[in-house]
């Protein structure tokens, strides 16, 4: 039986009149490659930052198990209980990549090595390297590794493909594939439809407030007779601005007559 690993009960999100998240309830277990996607402006990072709790909702409630409850498989330590790497993570260009995961190793109060942590999101190589000499994708990998020091429950990646060349952003996807396992569920904030596709073991559709579709990417194929999940997008995409259909304007008068339908005026004139 899988676990719960974060749950959403009647969240709701805003500032000032714009409603970013609206009472949405979900869950996400552990084993789960959970994709987030949505237009611009949808609000996946600030659904992302109420996962992890570095936001507090205006109503309803964020759940996740404590660290006490989830222990490192060898030793006491305890386990952090969710990870957060943003779109752009910032380390420290003068340290090495073994240092940068020793210093956020310290400040978990947890142990790590450095090597094998590397060495899992290939980038075994780079143990000795500057980070300021390190390419935009060997960051965001650095970045994963650092996310996986403690062993969280809970890793969440905002946009980490962003930017980077179709090899590297294969080789992200595939690296955030490898470390979810029975233990530990990984949410991944995308606009590259083709590789959550290839990885996602659910994709959740942020629009409107609303978590429009939730499903593995078959399931929602089939429930938009779409052939991929590019197509699925477009046709809601299509669906939502048929739904902003904005009423013709009204045409201004000057005798204090109500106002009518600018085509209608027009045809008036004809």
């Known amino acids: 039986m899988t676990d719960s690993v974060v749950s959403l009960s009647d969240v709701h999100m805003s500032f000032g009149d714009v409603t970013i998240v609206d009472d949405c309830s979900v869950s996400i277990e552990s ?17 992302l930052e109420l996962l992890t709790s570095i936001r507090q909702p205006n109503s309803g409630t964020v759940s996740r198990p404590t660290p006490q409850s989830r222990r490192l498989s060898e030793g006491t330590e305890d386990r952090r209980d969710v990870a957060y790497l943003p779109q752009s993570p910032s380390f420290r260009p003068g340290f090495t ?32 390297r500057r980070v300021g000499a390190l390419s935009g994708g060997m960051t965001r990998l650095l970045g994963i590794a650092q996310a996986l020091v403690g062993d969280p429950p809970l890793v ?22 490898d470390v979810v396992d029975e233990d530990r569920a990984l949410v991944v904030a995308s ?17 409107d407030g609303e978590i429009t579709l939730d499903g593995s990417p078959a399931e929602l194929r089939s429930e938009m007779g779409a052939e991929t999940l590019r197509d699925v997008f477009s046709g809601l995409a299509t669906s939502r601005d048929h739904d902003r259909v904005v009423p013709p304007a009204k045409a201004a008068t000057t005798d204090g007559s109500p106002p009518t339908d600018t085509a209608e005026s027009e045809v008036s004139k004809r």
Request: glycine share 10%; proline share 5%; aromatic share 4%.
């Open 31 to 47: 084993g789960e490659l959970v994709a987030l996607v949505g237009p611009n402006g949808s609000g996946k990072t600030t659904f």
């Open 97 to 128: 990549a073994a240092e940068t995961l020793q210093f956020y190793a310290s400040l978990a109060g947890t142990s790590v090595d450095p090597e094998a942590a590397l060495g899992r999101v290939g980038l075994a190589s780079a143990t000795d």
């Open 156 to 177: 969440v990646l905002d946009e980490p493909t962003s930017g980077l060349d179709p090899e590297m952003a294969d080789h992200i996807f595939a690296t955030a594939r």
């Open 191 to 207: 606009h590259d439809l083709a590789g959550v596709e290839r990885v996602a073991d659910r994709v959740m559709v942020l629009a």
